[in-house]
């Protein structure tokens, strides 16, 4: 099984700074037959179920907004939020959905300097 | 609109059994691969269970394998976990959420809550 490893923990940013959250896996999730990497990112607020934010390690999905950015290929990943809003204070995860069972990283938690 | 609204957690005994339901509505549920995801208190998001469209492909978690049981009534719109041998270990909330093949997860249920607890 795919185990995804993701640093740091937690990280305290600034209003309007960056935030980089990496991800790591233990094995390649690039698909050769289509070149696209099986890698998405979630957003969870507390008390909230996950919602997903970016497909493909880089393909923000519909109304997300453009200050949130992934990028990587193969085993090594990253999050950036690119200006930090309150309203992104948050536990963000990798998944991996290359392999026959899905696995999650075990989350970064995003809070406010 | 999209929804999907579990049901069946609650207080359960280690070694009892629980069954939960997840009902969806607003899409086409026989064209989505379904799972079940929980989180323990204060903890990440563990993968336990899928199956296919039609049921004929289904996987477990090691965790979970030989004691949870993931089935799917498509005429029902629902989908089911079948939990038994329950441990403490087991205590969380439970999700359930809908993908395409080899997509993530797009859409989540508000969960239900799972313990187990002498």
């Known amino acids: 099984d795919i185990v995804m490893t993701q640093s740091p923990d937690s990280l305290a940013v600034s209003l309007g700074e960056r935030a980089t959250i990496n991800c790591k896996s233990s094995?390649?999730?690039?698909?050769?037959?289509?070149?696209?990497?099986?890698l998405a990112w979630y957003q969870q607020k507390p008390g909230q179920p996950p919602k997903v934010l970016i497909h493909?390690?880089?393909t923000r999905e519909s109304g997300v907004p453009d200050r949130f950015s992934g990028s990587g290929s193969g085993t090594d990943f990253t999050l950036t939020i690119s200006r930090l809003q309150a309203e992104d204070v948050a536990i963000y995860y990798c998944?991996?959905?290359?392999?026959?069972?899905?696995?999650f990283g075990q989350g970064t938690k995003v809070e406010i300097k | 609109q999209v929804q999907l609204v579990e049901s069946g957690g609650g207080l359960v005994k280690p070694g009892g059994s629980l069954r939960l339901s997840c009902a969806a509505s607003g899409f086409t549920f026989s064209d989505y691969y379904m799972s079940w995801i929980r989180q323990a208190p204060g903890k990440g998001l563990e993968w336990i269970s899928y199956i296919s469209t039609v049921g004929a492909t289904i996987y477990y978690a090691e965790s979970v394998k030989g004691r949870f049981t993931i089935s799917r009534d498509n005429a029902k719109n629902s989908v089911y976990l079948q939990m038994d041998s329950l441990t403490t270990d087991d205590t969380a909330v439970y999700y359930c959420?809908?993908?395409?093949?080899?997509?993530?997860?797009?859409?989540w249920g508000q969960g239900v809550q799972v313990t187990v607890s002498s």
């Open positions: 998944q991996q959905y290359y392999g026959t069972r899905d696995s």
């Open positions: 493909w390690a880089s």
């Open positions: 959420a809908r993908k395409r093949l080899a997509r993530p997860y797009d859409f």
């Open positions: 094995q390649s999730v690039l698909h050769s037959s289509n070149n696209k990497n099986y």
